[in-house]
């Protein structure tokens, strides 16, 4: 696997659900961010993770509840989701933007949600 | 907090014409600009970025983007269309958020058609 992975492609889940999204970067990053693209809205930054700690939380409802156990992998656990919360949703990795100033984000393919 | 306007949610070009995509950037210092494209059911992929080098920075697929000061403009362009290029295009603006944090802010996009 090269680049940045996400599984699964494609969700569907009841609002009663709970799943979770996986993200997996095979670049040597030590920077994770998931977005979250609805139609007709700007990509919306959700988490950011910087040698894995959280570093930023754009105000995302708890009902998304990230998780980033080393530098090459990323969560996303999904819980009591709305139908308003179906959306592509997107992960990213860079390298430490404090400290590398390149500040290029890889994007993985992103998980197409739909929550009924 | 730095910004960026894209101009045109939608343009539709000729196969072998010019492409412009317009892109305006509000920054209180000198910004960090990027282009990334997003092809149907893909994650988006850097197509060129500015980092106070040369105005004129050169990308992947034959684009290029001009970083022009006076008119806070970072425009895209392609000499000549192809079919292939039909995609949506996205500008981005590094924007620091503090304690040492970093993100990208887009623009809303601008979704390309190439006319055969």
């Known amino acids: 696997e090269t680049g940045v992975t996400q599984t699964p492609r494609h969700l569907v889940m009841g609002m009663t659900n709970k799943k979770s999204l996986k993200c997996e970067q095979h670049l040597g990053h030590n920077a994770m961010y998931w977005y979250k693209q609805s139609a007709k809205k700007p990509l919306e930054l959700m988490f950011v993770y910087s040698l894995e700690e959280r570093v930023e939380n754009n105000s995302v409802p708890s009902r998304f509840s990230p998780e980033c156990p080393n530098s090459s992998h990323l969560f996303l656990h999904l819980h009591t989701l709305q139908p308003e919360d179906s959306a592509l949703y997107l992960c990213?990795?860079?390298?430490?933007?404090?400290?590398?100033?390149?500040?290029?984000?890889?994007f993985g393919p992103g998980t197409r949600l739909t929550v009924t | 907090a730095q910004s960026v306007t894209q101009l045109g949610s939608h343009v539709s070009v000729s196969e072998g014409a010019l492409v412009l995509l317009r892109c305006n950037y509000s920054?209180?210092?000198?910004?960090?600009l990027f282009w990334y494209v997003q092809y149907p059911n893909q994650g988006l992929q850097l197509l060129l970025k500015?980092?106070?080098?040369?105005?004129l920075v050169k990308g992947i697929n034959g684009f290029e983007a001009e970083f022009k000061k006076s008119e806070t403009s970072f425009h895209l362009t392609k000499p000549s269309a192809h079919m292939s290029d039909a995609a949506e295009y996205f500008c981005a603006v590094i924007s620091y958020s503090g304690a040492g944090s970093y993100q990208l802010t887009f623009g809303k996009g601008t979704k390309l058609s190439v006319i055969p």
């Open positions: 920054s209180s210092v000198p910004p960090y």
């Open positions: 500015y980092t106070s080098a040369a105005t």
């Open positions: 990213a990795s860079s390298q430490d933007p404090g400290r590398d100033r390149s500040y290029e984000q890889y």
